[in-house]
């Protein structure tokens, strides 16, 4: 069984960056990847990435936001520039054992943390 332990969230203004960490316990060696989800509003995808360090993005964080993962240390991360105030929402860190490559973005996944805020001002 994997967990998965989010931190790095807070409060930005628009423009500000934030870096997110996911650390998980146990074998992640597999499809891993960051969806949000903003209260009222149905869950999206942002992130993915295989065990290749091969990375998708969803179109609205294309080119601001950066997936990568440190495999020495199990942990995820999602680093966040040019932050708008539509990126805000709970984050979560998600990870697929069925899957170690052609990882789609998606907001439903096998395994997810508890997620971490991000809120971006105006």
């Known amino acids: 069984q994997v967990q998965l332990v989010e931190s790095g969230g807070g409060s930005v203004q628009a423009g500000g960056s934030l870096r997110l960490s996911c650390r998980a316990s146990?074998?992640?060696?597999?499809?891993m990847g960051w969806f949000r989800q903003t209260l009222g509003k149905e869950r999206e995808g942002v992130a993915t990435?295989?065990?290749?360090?091969?990375?998708r993005y969803a179109d609205y964080v294309k080119g601001r936001f950066t997936i990568s993962k440190d495999n020495a240390n199990n942990t995820l991360y999602l680093q966040m520039n040019s932050l708008k105030p539509e990126d805000t929402a709970m984050y979560y860190c998600?990870?697929?054992?069925?899957?170690?490559?052609?990882?789609?973005?998606?907001?439903?996944?096998?395994?997810r943390g508890q997620g971490t805020q991000v809120t971006v001002s105006s």
């Open positions: 146990g074998y992640s060696r597999y499809c």
């Open positions: 990435i295989d065990i290749d360090a091969g990375t």
């Open positions: 998600a990870l697929d054992p069925s899957r170690k490559w052609y990882c789609p973005i998606r907001s439903e996944w096998n395994y």
